[in-house]
Each structure stands twice: as C-alpha cells, then as structure tokens.
C-alpha cells in the first residue's frame, strides 16, 4: 500500500522511489522465498536525514523519505538510499526489531540488492532545517542529566525515567524555570 506523492517536491522522481522500494521489497521477498511486508512509502522526512523506517503498531513498516534530499541527489538518493531503506525493512522482518540496524544482517540484505552497505550518506545538507529540542536539567542523586522537551514531557505526563547508575528517579533541577 502506497501513499500519494507529496505535490511540489518532484512528484515524478518521489513515483520513482516508490516503484524501487517495491522492486528491491519484491526481490526480498523472491529471494527469501517470503511475502513481502506491508509497507507505506510518504515523502514527510524533514531535516538532514534521507530516510527512516518506522515499524508501526500494526506491524506494518512505513519508509520516510526526505523529499528536498530527493530532489537535490534523486540519482545518488534513488541507488543508495531507497535500497538503504528497503534493506532495513527486509532485515526488521526477517530478523526482528531488536537486530542491529546496519548489522551484518542488514549488510547481506544490501549486497543482495547490489549496493554497497554505507551507513550514511554525504549529501549535500546546507539550507535544510533540523528540530532543535529545547534542553531541562534533570538529577539524581548522582548527576545531572540534560533532557529533551521530548522526554520533559513525557516525565510531565506521568512517565518514570531512572538513572542507570543508582537507580533513582530524575527529579527536575531548581534551575530551569517551567515554560
């Protein structure tokens, strides 16, 4: 199941990755002797990264693809980094969650599909925007630790964090003021 391009950003070369997921999907699956995975393609990646892929609740995989990557490298994005992507799909279905993500499992997935297993990619990134996460103080009684607003909120809403040294809970430092 495939979502619809996102419109503006090269809605033909985002039809591209999308057929090439599928093929490198379908040859693992050929190869393994398998039914492919369910799996999403959506072109909503932001930042600095190419690509991710996301193991949903239902158990189907979605791919994220940076679509401002795609537009700037599509040869070098459409060779590496769908392949990339597709391979940790494969690896997280065959081998579980838990495997290493460019372990030698996910390194044998990527020679099958012909491409050489390169962990990151070196594209050009100038000008594209990254979250920056808010930073709090957060303590134990053994350290200080700096929290993302991701994890502030969570401990705010009722999670548990602990420190992995003594055990304790981390308790917010007196010195940020809440926002």
Not at 43 to 56: E, K, W
């Amino acid at each position: 199941m495939w979502s619809k391009p996102k419109p503006g950003y090269g809605i033909d070369l985002q039809r591209q990755a999308e057929r090439l997921t599928n093929r490198f999907l379908d040859l693992a699956a050929q190869h393994f002797d398998a039914e492919p995975e369910a799996s999403r393609v959506c072109f909503d990646l932001q930042g600095t990264s190419a690509g991710q892929v996301r193991i949903l609740e239902d158990g189907e995989y979605l791919v994220r693809y940076n679509p401002r990557l795609l537009e700037r490298h599509p040869r070098a994005f459409l060779s590496q980094t769908v392949p990339h992507e597709a391979a940790h799909v494969v690896t997280f279905s065959l081998f579980g969650p838990r495997v290493p993500p460019h372990g030698h499992e996910w390194r044998a997935i990527m020679a099958l599909f012909g491409v050489a297993p390169e962990r990151c990619h070196n594209y050009r990134v100038e000008g594209l925007q990254t979250q920056r996460l808010r930073r709090y103080d957060y303590r134990c009684a053994c350290r200080t630790y700096q929290l993302t607003s991701i994890r502030h909120n969570r401990i705010r809403s009722g999670q548990l964090y602990r420190c992995k040294q003594c055990g304790q809970s981390l308790e917010r430092s007196n010195s940020d003021s809440d926002p």
